[in-house]
């Protein structure tokens, strides 16, 4: 089980390291997007159940802003991805 899992790492990996670079800067560069994002909404959504008076407005907005970081990082790895089809393609 283990040495399957370590196959279809190692794929990803190497295909990954094939791709072009403006697709491959795509990725990566969404992904630090999302970690921001991400650990603002996080933050927020902390900061609204603990420390500050719970607030149903705020409470909404931290989690659709923690929504939106998922939806940023799916784009960015799917542009990537599509981007490096194309133009491989050409």
Not at 21 to 28: M, N, T
Not at 86 to 90: L, P, R, S, T, W
């Given at each position: 089980m283990q040495s399957n899992l370590l196959k279809n790492i190692e794929k990803i990996l190497t295909a990954y390291a094939n791709m072009g670079?403006?697709?491959?800067?795509?990725?990566?560069y969404g992904s630090?997007?999302?970690f921001g994002i991400?650990?603002?909404g996080t933050l927020l959504?902390?900061?609204n159940n603990t420390l500050l008076p719970y607030n149903s407005y705020f409470?909404?907005?931290s989690k659709a802003i923690v929504i939106?970081?998922?939806t940023l990082a799916?784009?960015?790895?799917?542009?990537?991805?599509?981007?490096?089809f194309?133009?491989?393609?050409?």
């Open positions: 670079k403006l697709p491959k800067a795509l990725i990566k630090y997007v999302f991400f650990a603002i959504v902390l900061l409470d909404m907005v939106t970081s998922f799916a784009e960015a790895i799917i542009g990537g991805l599509v981007m490096d194309v133009f491989k393609k050409q």
